[in-house]
């Protein structure tokens, strides 16, 4: 499966952004999703999963309640809605695939898009 990300810019503090990520294949359900980001100078950190048929999801601490992973199977699109950004939030986010089930650890998706650059001005 290919994974192409989109919808990063420069927000002020206070503000919503949504990144999509679109991937190619017929075997979109069969894959969890993932989005990770890494900031500069940073591990790279798991920020939201979802299970393959979405009934199942999991948040890092620092953006629960502010972000909400989706995803449509039908247009093989999986989103990351972002709501009440801070200025911690500036990273470049990606988006993964496993066929695997539930995994925090990035070695276990095989799967990356290009990464799409968020900035949170304060």
């Known amino acids: 499966v290919q994974l192409q990300a989109s919808g990063g810019g420069l927000v002020q503090a206070g503000g919503s952004l949504r990144l999509s990520c679109a991937a190619s294949g017929r075997t979109f359900s069969s894959y969890s999703l993932a989005w990770f980001r890494q900031a500069p100078g940073q591990e790279r950190q798991l920020v939201a999963y979802?299970?393959?048929?979405?009934?199942?999801?999991y948040y890092t601490d620092s953006v629960k309640g502010r972000f909400t992973i989706s995803r449509d199977n039908a247009k093989n699109t999986v989103y990351l809605q972002m709501n009440s950004l801070k200025p911690e939030d500036t990273a470049v986010y990606y988006c993964?695939?496993?066929?695997?089930?539930?995994?925090?650890?990035?070695?276990?998706?095989?799967?990356w898009g290009q990464g799409t650059l968020v900035t949170v001005s304060s």
């Open positions: 993964a695939a496993t066929p695997r089930g539930w995994s925090s650890r990035g070695y276990d998706y095989g799967y």
């Open positions: 979802i299970s393959r048929n979405g009934d199942g999801t």
